[in-house]
């Protein structure tokens, strides 16, 4: 079970003055079970990039593979594989339309042939999962805040039981505490069902504490694809692609050169916390109080 | 008195039944009292729904205090003759970049507030200019707005307000959408705008790190200001802001990891180059 883009070229508008090559030569493998993240600066092609991954744009040319099968075959069904690759766009507010949370959620399951019944299990299954209280089912989507809107546009997505899902900056706009919910939920989602999950954003800290394998795009092609810790340690390539490594990272650098022996490429601030711990100790250093041994 | 001054300001957001009466009514801000002084750089925090932007369309009267008062460089709000003044000191600068761009041409939509304000055509293109300048956008005037990046546009959304020479400009939320270099943009843009216009910032947002260079923080929680401070003071106090669902900047929650662990270092460290050198002695 896997997702292969080969040779993937995208053009928007060809042939025309406003001809822009979005895509350029894509090769990549999304195998089960992975938690991906995508950054890029507005503009470097990465929401063009997500938007092959369920065929709701057709490429200029190369080839989308779900599970070997082409699905720009004639006879492929498109309509199953963008249920099961569920994509959660940035304004949940715009998807959400029904007149009850609930209902909202049905939606989907409702659309792939599931009775009123079904759909009704799923969604409150998906809905609890995400972290929304039961209380709160029968309320207009229009009531909620950011957080809650969030909660169930990917609830939404879920229900339909999808095997990748991907969530495009599913936190923009969202504080700091809301942030950590939505994004420890995705954690554990990704944890109890297995599910595949590429998450989009624009915070460096955050894809350096969830993901295990970032991928960078940048005018049209992937910049690296490895883990956040090798990735960051390219912080100043990144920051001439207009991103930036976690704020951490750049601690880390400037301690090693102010001559604290710490490893540059710590990228959350647990890790960071531990390796100055050490340092600190190795170097003997008299901040640290008493009741640590030297 | 400052320019923005809010004594025990209230506002009550209604809902309304399929008759039009009253359903419920939900306090938004409650007993907000503040005292901004011309050409400081605020910065709200709060979680969503905590009210900071509802006080913040209060700044320039697209919210009118349910109790309470709000004076924008001595005017009452609620004086209503003044309103459109009040309107002209207060800019207002949004979200979502797309959502706030109207001309089709960057020099145009810049120009659109002074023309409504019936300045001169002449008077217009000069502050045009000067305000495209001001933002560093000068170079993309004659550009089509909806090919420019997300820092870039909301660089001409502050320069559409700059255009009408506003004294204070208020910014909700204004680098959410952004990636990190259109977060760095639009930031430098507002801090060169508050150093060399004097123009009064007021920003609200969740990075916190956007955060550490303001004059002055306030905090809202449930409609109330609940913390308020210099940012060394608000950031010292880790465990009340993860209260109000916030965070620290990393660097600041990196030190009180490692002052928790044993290490002696102070409170509330807001830069890399403090904990280096706290580290590094």
Known sequence: ?294 | MGIIKALKLGFDYFKYDDDGNIQETQRAVDEVSVDIQEGEFVAVLGHNGSGKSTFAKHINALLLPTEGTIWIDNMDTMKEPELWKIRQKAGMVFQNPDNQIIGTVVEEDVGFGPENMGIPTEDIWKRVDESLQKTGMAAYRHHSPNKLSGGQKQRVAIAGVMAMRPRCIVLDEPTAMLDPNGRKEVLEAVHQLNRQEKVTVVLITHYMEEVIDADHVYVMDEGHVVMEGTPGEIFSQVDMLKKYRLDVPQVTLLAHELKKSGVDIPDGILTTEELVNCLCQ
């Not at chain 1, 894509?26 to 600066?41: K, R, S, Y």
């Not at chain 1, 200029?60 to 075959?73: I, K």
């Not at chain 1, 990748?164 to 990704?190: C, M, V, Y």
């Not at chain 1, 090798?230 to 490594?245: D, I, K």
């Open chain 1, 1 to 294: 079970m896997s997702i292969e883009l080969k040779n993937i070229t995208y053009t928007y508008s060809p042939g025309t003055a406003y001809e822009i090559h979005a895509l350029k030569d894509i090769n990549l493998e999304i195998p089960d079970g992975q938690f991906i993240g995508v950054i890029g600066h507005t503009g470097s092609g990465k929401s063009t990039l997500i938007q092959h991954l369920n065929a709701l744009i057709r490429p200029t040319s190369g080839s989308v593979l779900y599970n070997g099968e082409d699905v720009w075959e004639e006879k492929y069904d498109r309509r199953k594989l963008r249920s099961q690759v569920g994509l959660v766009f940035q304004y949940p507010e715009h998807q959400l339309f029904e007149s009850d949370v609930l209902s909202d959620v049905c939606f989907g399951p409702m659309n792939q042939g599931m009775s009123r019944e079904e759909a009704e299990a799923e969604a409150k299954k998906a809905l609890l999962q995400v972290g929304f209280k039961e209380k709160n089912f029968s309320k207009s989507p229009f009531e909620l805040s950011g957080g809650q809107k969030k909660r169930v546009a990917i609830a939404g997505v879920l229900a339909m039981n999808p095997k990748i899902l991907i969530l495009d900056e599913p936190t923009a706009g969202l504080d700091p505490k809301g942030r950590d919910e939505i994004l420890d939920q995705i954690s554990e989602l990704h944890k109890a069902r297995g599910i595949t999950i590429i998450l989009v954003s624009h915070s460096m800290e955050d894809v350096a504490k969830y993901v295990e394998r970032l991928i960078v795009v940048n005018r049209g092609q992937i910049a690296f694809d490895d883990t956040p810790r090798e990735v960051f340690s390219h912080y100043q390539e990144l920051e001439a692609m207009g991103l930036a490594a976690p704020q951490i990272t750049y601690i880390m650098h400037a301690l090693k050169q102010k001559g604290l022996k710490v490893d540059p490429n710590a990228t959350t601030v647990e890790e960071a916390r531990d390796d100055i711990l050490r340092a600190l100790k190795e170097a003997g250093s008299p901040l640290l109080k008493g009741g640590n041994e030297k």
